[in-house]
């Protein structure tokens, strides 16, 4: 069945270090979410994605969806202590509202 | 209402007994979603309702795990003969796939917390 994988699973940084998940499916998607869910929190949508190779930027927040549109990735500059969290993609499976969520990324702040 | 609620918001029970977890989705939202997480892991999709029918229910874990969804609205997960391996956070989700736009953003509930001892 569909697979959506994601890398790292944990990324430890300094406050003002840049961040970087990616985000991996095994088949075709028509459109790619980004969730953060904050620590004991529930997720919450940041940003959907359509159109192959689109970028996206939300302040600090740069989402890309690949050219195949198997992949995509989310990357922070700069971090600040208030993005401390899991960061998870989701695609639709095809033809379907189901969505499979990626494994997350957990970004967290060397003390 | 303003957001998606889910009751209770922790549950422990012992192994074998039945539970039921409830989901009001947001007013109008016709898509609803119930996942499952486990601590520390990614969200396990396990039913989608579209209106009151049930196209997908393919990521129930077992027999013991049944939803339904009535009026459109409410919707009720039940776990039958609990056991510890049920024990997670159970989200719902709803939506509204026919937004203009096709942007189909899920809301999520702040979750029901079960614990199986």
């Known amino acids: 069945g569909q697979q959506v994988m994601q890398i790292p699973q944990y990324q430890h940084v300094q406050e003002g270090e840049d961040f970087t998940t990616y985000c991996n499916s095994s088949t075709t998607l028509s459109n790619i979410q980004w969730y953060k869910q904050r620590p004991g929190g529930h997720p919450v949508f940041l940003i959907q994605?359509?159109?192959?190779?689109e970028v996206k930027k939300q302040k600090r927040l740069t989402f890309q969806f690949g050219e195949a549109k198997k992949n995509s990735s989310l990357h922070i500059t700069a971090t600040q202590t208030t993005d401390v969290g899991t960061y998870f993609c989701a695609g639709p499976t095809s033809g379907t509202y189901k969505y499979i969520f990626g494994t997350g990324t957990r970004l967290k702040f060397l003390a | 209402g303003a957001g998606v609620s889910q009751s209770p918001s922790n549950k422990v029970t012992e192994k074998g007994k039945d539970v039921e977890l409830r989901c009001d989705p947001i007013s109008g939202h016709t898509a609803l979603y119930w996942y499952r997480q486990s601590l520390g892991q990614g969200l396990e999709f396990l039913i989608y309702?579209?209106?009151?029918?049930?196209?997908?229910k393919s990521g129930l874990p077992s027999d013991r795990f049944s939803a339904e969804r009535t009026g459109g609205s409410v919707s009720t997960l039940t776990i039958q003969r609990t056991q510890q391996e049920d024990s997670a956070v159970y989200l719902c989700a709803s939506s509204l796939p026919e937004l203009a736009g096709g942007q189909e953003t899920q809301y999520f509930g702040p979750g029901t917390r079960l614990l199986v001892l």
């Open positions: 309702f579209q209106g009151n029918s049930a196209p997908d």
């Open positions: 994605l359509v159109k192959s190779g």
